[in-house]
């Protein structure tokens, strides 16, 4: 995972200057990552997901259930 970070950020600082500029020694991806797999849940949800990331949640609204179809 930390090959493909460190790849990614160099072709697209390479690709925007303006981002080199902006992450000049600092780290352009977070440190961690997370995967899993997608088991029982279809594409539609996942993309849910991905375009849900930018929303600020509460925390006391925050569930997670395994067996949501």
Same mark, same amino acid.
Request: aromatic share 14%.
């Given at each position: 995972?930390? +090959? $493909? =970070?460190?790849? #990614? #950020? /160099? /072709? &697209? %600082? %390479? *690709?925007?200057?303006? &981002? /080199? =500029? *902006?992450?000049?020694? /600092?780290?352009?991806?977070? $440190?961690?990552?997370?995967?899993?797999?997608?088991? +029982?849940?279809?594409?539609?949800?996942? #993309? %849910?997901? $991905? *375009? *849900?990331?930018? +929303? =600020? @949640?509460?925390?006391?609204?925050? @569930?997670? +259930?395994?067996?949501?179809?």
């Amino acid at each position: 995972m930390q +090959n $493909i =970070k460190g790849r #990614s #950020s /160099r /072709r &697209l %600082q %390479q *690709e925007f200057p303006q &981002l /080199r =500029k *902006e992450y000049w020694g /600092r780290h352009f991806w977070g $440190i961690g990552f997370f995967c899993v797999t997608s088991g +029982n849940i279809t594409d539609e949800m996942i #993309s %849910q997901y $991905i *375009e *849900e990331q930018g +929303n =600020k @949640q509460d925390d006391d609204t925050f @569930q997670v +259930n395994p067996f949501a179809a």
